[in-house]
């Protein structure tokens, strides 16, 4: 064993939630009180500490001076450990508070701790003199510390992600950012106040907001009919079994609420793993609330209101009176020792049963107990004894995650299990919860969560601030330590050999080829092991035979970060060797993204760079952009290319296929590779390279939408490639400037520069391939006839554009139907505006193009809308405009917004209206100038509304001045119409004739049919 490896032997990673208290204002205390006085107070702090830590399942990992640093989660993980912490900041506070001083430093403020607490992955070592009975190391520690440096006197400073939704357990200050020093992100914090009168975890989850109920017919269906049975005469004993966060709780909530409520008594309780939940717990629980007592009544009043409760339900039970009193008593820790209450005495078992009986006779009874895998011993006994009654009218029903020690209590119930929930499923939560987000969001969301709504809710949490896109590329800092912990406790109960199994599987990924898993471990598929994890909800046979996968990619993550570092390293090479060598026979290809991703984790970059560039190559001939863009991007961080001369051309030719991969679908991480080429060529002063490198970085800010900064480098590295005389890259830029200017609406350039591209284009086109550049340059060429009204001419090109791409699938065949539906638009032809909308929507789904998937969509609702005017296609155009602004792709997005701006003053929501206006405006200062007019006209219609300040004539005037820079014939008759609408509507009569007149002309030679029949439609009105 090496130096470093003994050490990570001695060291472990775990989820663990670190506290920091310290006494504030110690040193003024220190320094106005006898040296003494001062140790004894330190003296007092300490068994204060000493005393209350355990009690909520911590350790004092080291107390020096007054600061106290404990941990929670070691050696036992806890799924609550984030609230076993702030319970016992909470009790360490009021214990402090009440510390006496001395008379003498009256002086002074009463003492008070202040508190930091936060969770995370801490690397934990064993501890030595000086650093305590714990090492502990790691981000997460260093932020405790910090918020505790910023806690202010008597204040308990808490970390969102530790408790996650159980924070509702408190009452809290507001949640706020705080940049805490030497820590790279903002932490959201807040302050807890004191405890809130909620009662379980499924209360605290629901203050977030209940998402509507959704699917489990078939399980409401079983219990209702159970309902029906004990009505009818019959006992019933179901126990729901699922995993945690499977929606247990939530379906009886749902059942209980619209079924049991009226013919029935419900009774419930619930169990809890926290340590001071006391024995009986759920049937005590049940018994405060029917006999109306609280811990806050005197014992004097308890035994008044059980008295006339017991001889309301059935006088017999008051010769029972002490036996309930004796239990509920109970709950006062300090009455008895906790062993002695784990057994319920015969005659508590008797009472209870008693009472039941009791109560059965009047109505059916449905008895709920949730969490019942908690249950203590007592309480197993209590259930058994009630179940024995075999009471006709009683209904008992409890809800556990898994049915092991306490299955005997309802080992003969009917068992109701909860599966994941179905993808449509799923996707109805997320949407829900996250409203209008993109599908290829929602599609990373549904697979994470393999269908658990708990951590579907918890992804759309996440998501919601954008955490989501980071742990695509590897989970770094998360926002969800709470969860983590729910997954952690449930891995750490597992059986040594499962844990080393499931993190050498985790070390594999999410989907697990078992001829590898067996080859690194020596368990096959069908071992027993396996089938344990399965029975954990941890692993399961995957969709592809010869696979297993996680069942969540969540908990994929947790146990991966749980492995330490250098065994994990060590596995990504023992993974990665194994895969090259005894991969199956002809499955090398399949196996380079796996390949790249483990020479990449272990640090072997020459070899990650390789398998990533294949395996890039081999996404873009699938069409594959997203996987291509991400391949592309390991490689190039993994090659360095000053090492030498071969090196940096590769890096140049990679960083190309990059752009190329990126085009339709940009974003401005790429872009940065792209810039260190042009750094990368000026440095080796090759000129030709400068020239590529820089007409990449102008490809994508074409792409991009940033068409000044495209235009500047387009033209600079046309100057470069010709300076070398690179005649076919010159002909390439002319061709990109011409796209770009064609954007811009300089029309008469892009025009000739289109027709250079796409001649030399037809002439070098080379059999076999997709001409993609001619097909692109064919479609940019029919967006700018079209634009001027040619659109005959428009469609003739759009037609040789299709006919080359043939039906590829290819990204560019999506661009095309977008262009001819935007055209379409153009002419007022909505049916197959829609048509080509559609048709290039499917393509972009299967390319994963987010922005050609948002283009077609808006460009199909806005063909719905014109059609159909249906508010759901305005919304789809809402939705599709935010994606691509929330990612920056601006390219042809003022477009979007002149469609929103006209839809909008049509459905007379102003305000929305005017924001899209002036965001088509903006955009159109950006030199994307094509929603423009459509924004003025848009305007002008809100203005003879009377929505806006200045009148109609002026936005009329400057959707003219924009149509006729452009020279768009079509833009200009429909503002004539447009004027002549506003007019008539405004009681004008004043040049009506001659608008309609002037638009009529043009939009017959325009063959624009649907605005002929709006003229005539008009003129026939006024
Ligand atoms: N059918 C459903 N429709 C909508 N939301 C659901 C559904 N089932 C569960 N949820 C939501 O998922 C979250 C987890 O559900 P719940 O608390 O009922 O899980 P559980 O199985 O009881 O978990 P635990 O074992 O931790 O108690 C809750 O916020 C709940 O509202
Ligand atoms: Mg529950």
């Known amino acids: 064993m090496s130096n470093r490896e003994q050490g990570e032997a001695r060291s472990r990673r775990r989820y663990l939630a670190v506290l920091f208290s310290d006494l504030s204002d110690s040193a003024r205390l220190a320094a106005s009180m ?32 007054d600061g106290l640093l404990a941990s929670f989660g070691y050696p036992e993980a806890h799924e609550d450990d984030g609230r076993r912490a702030t319970e016992a900041a909470l009790d360490l506070h009021e214990f402090v508070r009440r510390i006496p001083l001395d008379l003498s430093v009256r002086a002074l403020p009463p003492l008070s ?81 004191s405890r809130a009168a909620v009662g379980t975890r499924f209360q605290a989850r629901s203050m977030r907001g209940l998402t509507s109920f959704i699917g489990r017919q078939t399980e409401l269906q079983a219990l209702k009919g159970s309902l029906y049975d004990i009505i009818k005469g019959k006992p019933q004993y179901v126990a729901i079994v699922a995993p945690a966060g499977m929606g247990k709780t939530r379906l009886v909530e749902e059942f209980l609420r619209d079924w049991a409520s009226s013919d029935c008594l419900t009774l419930r309780g619930y169990c809890e793993s926290y340590l001071s939940a006391e024995p009986l717990q759920p049937f005590l629980q049940i018994l405060r609330s029917l006999f109306g007592v609280d811990y806050r009544m005197s014992a004097a009043s308890v035994a008044e209101a059980l008295q006339k409760q017991l001889a309301n339900i059935d006088p017999h039970l008051v010769k029972y009176r002490a036996e309930f009193l004796r239990a509920l008593s109970l709950d006062d820790p300090s009455q008895c020792h906790p062993e002695m209450r784990s057994i319920a005495s015969e005659n508590t078992i008797a009472a209870i049963c008693k009472l039941f009986d009791a109560l059965v006779t009047s109505r059916p009874v449905v008895l709920f107990i ?50 994941p929930f179905t993808a449509d499923e799923t996707e109805e939560i997320i949407h829900q919860l996250l409203p209008g987000s993109n599908p290829f969001t929602v599609t990373g969301i549904r697979e994470r969560s393999g269908g658990n709504p708990l951590f579907v809710e918890e992804l759309c949490h996440s998501a919601r601030y954008d955490i989501l896109d980071r742990r695509r590329t590897g989970r770094t800092q998360s926002g969800e ?77 947790v146990i991966y970060d749980s492995v330490g570092l250098h065994q994990r390293n060590a596995l990504h090479k023992r993974i990665a060797d194994t895969l090259r060598e005894h991969g199956p026979s002809g499955a090398q290809e399949e196996a380079w993204e796996l390949l790249a991703y483990h020479y990449g984790a272990c640090g072997q970059v020459v070899e ?47 960083a190309q296929r990059l752009a190329l991969a990126c085009v339709f679908d940009p974003s401005r991480d790429q872009l940065e590779f792209l810039e260190r080429a042009v750094l990368l060529a000026t440095a080796h002063q ?71 591209a796409i001649s030399i284009k037809r002439q070098f086109r080379k059999g076999g391939r997709l001409p993609v550049a001619l097909a692109y340059s064919l479609a940019c060429k029919a967006s700018v006839l079209g634009d001027r009204g040619l659109f005959e001419q428009a469609h003739a090109c759009f037609e040789e554009a299709l006919a080359a791409v043939q039906n590829s699938g290819h990204e560019v065949e999506s661009s095309i139907l977008c262009w001819q539906s935007a055209v379409n638009l ?58 691509l602004e929330s990612r920056n792709r601006g390219l042809f997005i003022s477009l979007n917004h002149g469609w929103l701006a006209d839809g909008l003053v049509e459905s007379e929501r102003w305000q929305q209206a005017r924001h899209h206006a002036a965001c088509a405006l903006l955009r159109s200062r950006r030199h994307d100038p094509l929603g423009e007019a459509m924004a003025y006209r848009a305007m002008a219609r809100a203005s003879a509304s009377g929505h806006n300040r200045k009148p109609p004539e002026v936005y009329l005037a400057l959707a003219m001045k924009n149509a006729l820079a452009r020279g768009a014939r079509h833009e200009i008759a429909v503002t004539q119409l447009c004027d002549a609408q506003i007019r008539v509507a405004c009681g004008k009569r004043a040049q009506v004739a001659e608008l309609l007149d002037q638009a009529e002309t043009l939009f017959e030679a325009m063959g624009m049919a649907w605005h002929i029949q709006a003229t005539r439609d008009l003129r026939r009105q006024y």
Request: hydrophobic share 45%; aromatic share 6%.
């Open 113 to 193: 701790l202040h508190t930091g607490i936060h969770s995370g992955l801490v690397l934990l070592a064993d501890g030595d003199d000086v650093h305590g009975r714990l090492d502990l190391l790691g981000n997460s520690v260093n932020v405790a510390a910090r918020l505790s440096d910023v806690a202010q006197s008597d204040q308990i400073i808490v970390s969102e992600e530790t408790l996650g939704a159980e924070s509702h357990f408190y009452e809290t200050t507001p949640k706020r950012s705080l940049s805490l020093q030497g820590i790279v992100q903002p932490v959201a914090v807040y302050g807890i106040l």
């Open 686 to 756: 090759d000129q030709l390279a400068r020239a590529r490198a820089e007409y990449w970085v102008g490809y994508i800010n074409y792409a991009l939408g940033e068409l000044d900064h495209a235009t500047h480098h387009l033209e600079s590295a046309l100057a470069r490639a010709t300076g070398v005389g690179d005649e076919p890259l010159a002909a390439q830029i002319r061709a990109t400037l011409g796209q770009a200017s064609a954007a811009t609406g300089d029309y008469d350039k892009s025009l000739i520069l289109l027709d250079e």
């Open 481 to 557: 330590a709470w969860l983590d912990k729910l997954i952690e406790s449930r891995v750490e109960r597992l059986e040594r050999e499962q844990i080393e199994l499931v993190r050498t599987a985790a070390v594999i990924g999410n989907v697990i080829p078992t001829w590898l898993l067996e080859s690194l471990t020596g368990y096959g598929e069908h071992h027993p092991l396996i089938a344990t994890l399965a029975a954990q909800d941890l692993i399961f046979p995957g969709e592809q035979l010869g696979t297993l996968r996680f069942k969540h990619g969540i908990a994929r993550d």
């Open 608 to 654: 990650a760079a390789q398998y990533a560039e294949a395996a890039g190559d081999k996404a873009v001939a699938a069409s594959a952009l997203d996987r291509a863009q991400i391949q592309y991007s390991a490689a190039l961080s993994a090659l360095d290319p000053d090492s030498s001369q071969e090196n940096y051309e590769r890096w140049l030719s990679i």
């Open 370 to 419: 949730d969490d019942w895998q908690w249950a203590d011993a007592a309480s197993l006994q209590v259930l058994e004894a009630i179940r024995r009654l075999n009471k006709r009218r009683l209904f008992v029903l409890v809800a556990a995650r898994e049915l092991t020690a306490v299955s005997v209590a309802v080992s003969d119930a009917r068992i109701l299990t909860l599966a």
């Open 826 to 883: 153009w002419q007022g032809r909505w049916e197959d505006a829609r048509a080509s909308a559609i048709k290039g929507q499917h393509v972009a789904e299967r390319v994963k193009s987010l922005y050609l998937y948002a283009q077609s969509l808006s460009l199909g609702g806005y063909a719905n809308w014109m059609a159909q005017r249906s508010e759901k296609s305005l919304q789809a155009m809402v939705d599709a405009t935010s994606w």
């Open 34 to 65: 006898e040296a003494e006085d001062f140790s004894d107070l330190l003296g007092q702090l300490r068994r204060g500490y000493e005393e209350i830590i355990p009690r909520h399942g911590g350790i004092i990992v080291q107390i020096r001076g």
